[in-house]
């Protein structure tokens, strides 16, 4: 190839670089498109390079240089124009799937504590505010632990009032009363003790709007020296003021638990009526929350406690009720049956 061949093929492409206007490619094939025409391996720019090697030494150097010049121009014309269409692109999708992230999201469902497990806890949350610990013990259990060593004997009639699940076969049954851990604890620890032990019990019992066959105990025991029952008023109208108010009204009437002596039962005002009577109070005005009484001097010795230097109190708490009584439920069912639009409206805030 002559010089005179070469210049103008030079001329040739750089006219034809001119008139492909670069900077104006509508899209990036497009612009891609020319970047092979012109500097691909058969492109115009790329062969008029490769002819540089057919002319002198002395025109190589002259014109290499300027050829040279032009594929930088080139390239950098590219370029550009490949970085203006990315960017234009990057614009289009980002208006394209636009996403608001001042919305606030959707909650996800969050879980929370049954109202039972709460009321549980807040029961034991203010016995450990007055000095008590916990103790737990098993949900099967034998008859000295349920019965014998509360001083209630074989044959002892206050056996049957219990309504007892027994094991086949075995001489083991399901607690009817959180009173087995007072046994448990006496058995394990030294006095002075005060402990309270919450769990399950298990009465054979027909189902309806206050009683369940499975339900939740919270035992009280409290064993000292010179411990009775103005100590044992005392620390229930305290735990009752704490728990429902201090306005709250207790009244102890007396009964019958072969553990205990004197027992008392404890009922509080109704939450339902003015005190004038209602279903949920079966009229009475009052709801029995507790049962309770100085422990019998029969149990103490059971556990090997010397009865003459110690005295104690002791006391069980239906949860159940007091659930029904801080939330306004009537039925206990509404407990056990989990609806969730029920179990919804309890606070978590109380987690
Ligand atoms: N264990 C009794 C019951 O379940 C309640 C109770 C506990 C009574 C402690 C007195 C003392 O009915």
């Known amino acids: 190839m002559t010089r005179a061949d070469w210049e103008k093929s030079y001329a040739r492409t750089e006219s034809a670089l001119g008139q492909a206007k670069i900077e104006a490619a509508p899209d990036l094939p497009r612009l891609e498109e020319v970047r092979v025409r012109f500097t691909g391996r058969k492109g115009e720019l790329t062969e008029l390079l490769k002819s540089l090697k057919d002319l002198s030494i002395e025109d190589r150097r002259e014109l290499g240089p300027k050829a040279q010049g032009l594929k930088a121009s080139f390239d950098a014309a590219v370029a550009a124009r490949k970085t203006a269409l990315e960017d234009q692109g990057d614009a289009v999708s980002l208006s394209d799937d636009a996403i608001d992230l001042t919305l606030p999201s959707l909650r996800a469902p969050r879980g929370r504590l049954h109202p039972l497990t709460t009321t549980l806890h807040e029961i034991a949350r203010i016995f450990q505010l007055m000095g008590y610990s916990w103790a737990e013990g098993p949900h099967v259990e034998d008859e000295r632990h349920n019965f014998t060593a509360l001083n209630i004997p074989e044959d002892h009639p206050a056996r049957d009032s219990h309504d007892t699940f027994y094991l086949r076969d075995l001489p083991l049954l399901l607690r009817t009363h959180t009173s087995t851990v007072q046994i448990r604890t006496m058995e394990s620890q030294r006095p002075p003790l005060r402990v309270v032990c919450p769990g399950r019990v298990f009465r054979h019992e027909q189902l309806d709007a206050t009683h369940s066959a499975v339900f939740l105990q919270v035992e009280g025991l409290v064993v000292d020296e010179g411990v009775g029952l103005a100590d044992l008023k005392g620390h229930l109208q305290t735990f009752l ?57 029969a149990v103490l010795k059971s556990v090997g406690y010397d009865e003459r230097k110690w005295s104690g109190f002791a006391f069980g708490i239906g949860v159940e009720r007091v659930a029904m009584l801080l939330h306004g439920v009537r039925d206990l069912r509404d407990f056990y049956t989990n609806d969730i639009r029920f179990l919804k409206q309890f606070d978590e805030s109380l987690l």
């Not at 108010?245 to 553990?259: E, H, L, Q």
Request: contains cysteine; proline residues 11%; charged residues 20%.
């Open 241 to 297: 003021q704490k728990l429902l108010g201090a306005a709250t009204k207790t009244r102890f009437r007396p009964s019958y638990f072969p553990f205990t002596e004197p027992s008392t039962e404890v009922d509080v005002k109704c939450f339902f009526c003015p005190g004038t009577g209602c279903p949920s109070c079966k009229r009475t005005g009052w709801i029995e929350i507790l049962g309770a009484g100085v422990v019998n001097p």
